[in-house]
């Protein structure tokens, strides 16, 4: 049995996330879903030749950003992780101390705790896409400046638009922000339907903030949730017409503007996705 299926182990997760686990007696806990967030499982990676060259070019290019002052003061840049596929998409805002050493978004206490967030709904960090919108640390893990998150947001629209995600949320008020375009409270934005160029978009607390603020974690188990909701019914089939509103989102997102990043190539939509 995969760890993801052991009951036991699920309620370690959502014990070490403050959620309290009641359990039926009369039904077997068959309710974690596979790994990948829906119904299938993330398909396996075998990518384009054309499409590695791209996230090679992509990685290179952050690599060596200049574009605003953080490079000065960065150990590395912190590109991002996981499925190259994934329909789960997390975003942060910055790398702290312990990703800037390590070149990895969401390590340390923070990234233990997204971990077990994600265990909680059933989800492998391999399975999902964690990046953040700043890819430098600014120095002593001050607020991401409107400059630098302009300067390098169209790295993470780039990654957004190579993973084509099936849901993305956004962790805590500066990645919603520089997503949604809006300086709304993040209380105003949590429990709403929101989307990122069609693409369903939810907002809950960063797990810095909820090491930070315990009684706040039932409320960001009660945003995955939700999101989990939103992913099932984005993959759920239109009884009239036999689509599911996935479908026509990678049918929208694939004839949308593509961004352009500086010595990036774009991508050439597979035959058949400009009809
Ligand atoms: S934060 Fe982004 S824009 Fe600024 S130097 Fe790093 S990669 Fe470049």
Redesign the pocket.
Same mark, same amino acid.
């Given at each position: 049995m995969s760890t993801v299926h052991n009951p036991l182990l699920r309620r370690h997760y959502l014990q070490a996330m403050g959620i309290s686990v009641w359990q039926r007696r009369s039904l077997p806990d068959t309710d974690v879903p596979a790994p990948g967030g829906g119904s299938e499982p993330a398909p396996a990676v075998i990518p384009h030749s054309r499409e590695a060259d791209v996230w090679n070019a992509l990685q290179d290019a952050?690599r060596g950003? =200049? +574009?605003?002052?953080?490079?000065a003061t +960065?150990r590395q =840049?912190v590109f991002g992780v996981g499925h190259p596929r994934a329909q789960w998409m997390f975003i942060g805002e910055?790398p702290g101390a312990d990703e800037d050493a390590q070149g990895e978004p969401f390590v340390g206490r923070a990234g233990q705790l997204l971990n077990a967030m994600l265990f909680a709904i059933g989800l492998k960090r391999e399975d999902v896409y964690i990046a953040n919108v700043?890819?430098?640390r600014p120095p002593g893990n001050r607020d991401p400046q409107p400059e630098?998150t302009t300067?390098?947001e169209p790295?993470l629209i780039r990654q957004i638009e190579l993973i084509k995600p099936r849901l993305i949320v956004a962790l805590g008020r500066h990645a919603a922000h520089s997503l949604l375009k809006t300086d709304l409270p993040l209380a105003r934005l949590r429990g709403q339907t929101l989307s990122y160029q069609g693409i369903p978009l939810v907002v809950t607390y960063h797990p810095a903030y909820l090491l930070r603020t315990l009684t706040d974690k039932r409320k960001a188990w009660d945003d995955l949730c939700r999101a989990r909701r939103l992913l099932e019914t984005a993959t759920a089939p239109n009884l009239m017409t036999g689509r599911t509103s996935e479908a026509s989102r990678d049918s929208v997102t694939a004839r949308g503007p593509r961004t352009r990043v500086p010595g990036v190539p774009p991508i050439t939509p597979p035959i058949g996705e400009n009809a």
């Amino acid at each position: 049995m995969s760890t993801v299926h052991n009951p036991l182990l699920r309620r370690h997760y959502l014990q070490a996330m403050g959620i309290s686990v009641w359990q039926r007696r009369s039904l077997p806990d068959t309710d974690v879903p596979a790994p990948g967030g829906g119904s299938e499982p993330a398909p396996a990676v075998i990518p384009h030749s054309r499409e590695a060259d791209v996230w090679n070019a992509l990685q290179d290019a952050v690599r060596g950003c =200049t +574009r605003c002052g953080l490079h000065a003061t +960065r150990r590395q =840049t912190v590109f991002g992780v996981g499925h190259p596929r994934a329909q789960w998409m997390f975003i942060g805002e910055a790398p702290g101390a312990d990703e800037d050493a390590q070149g990895e978004p969401f390590v340390g206490r923070a990234g233990q705790l997204l971990n077990a967030m994600l265990f909680a709904i059933g989800l492998k960090r391999e399975d999902v896409y964690i990046a953040n919108v700043l890819k430098c640390r600014p120095p002593g893990n001050r607020d991401p400046q409107p400059e630098e998150t302009t300067q390098c947001e169209p790295y993470l629209i780039r990654q957004i638009e190579l993973i084509k995600p099936r849901l993305i949320v956004a962790l805590g008020r500066h990645a919603a922000h520089s997503l949604l375009k809006t300086d709304l409270p993040l209380a105003r934005l949590r429990g709403q339907t929101l989307s990122y160029q069609g693409i369903p978009l939810v907002v809950t607390y960063h797990p810095a903030y909820l090491l930070r603020t315990l009684t706040d974690k039932r409320k960001a188990w009660d945003d995955l949730c939700r999101a989990r909701r939103l992913l099932e019914t984005a993959t759920a089939p239109n009884l009239m017409t036999g689509r599911t509103s996935e479908a026509s989102r990678d049918s929208v997102t694939a004839r949308g503007p593509r961004t352009r990043v500086p010595g990036v190539p774009p991508i050439t939509p597979p035959i058949g996705e400009n009809a």
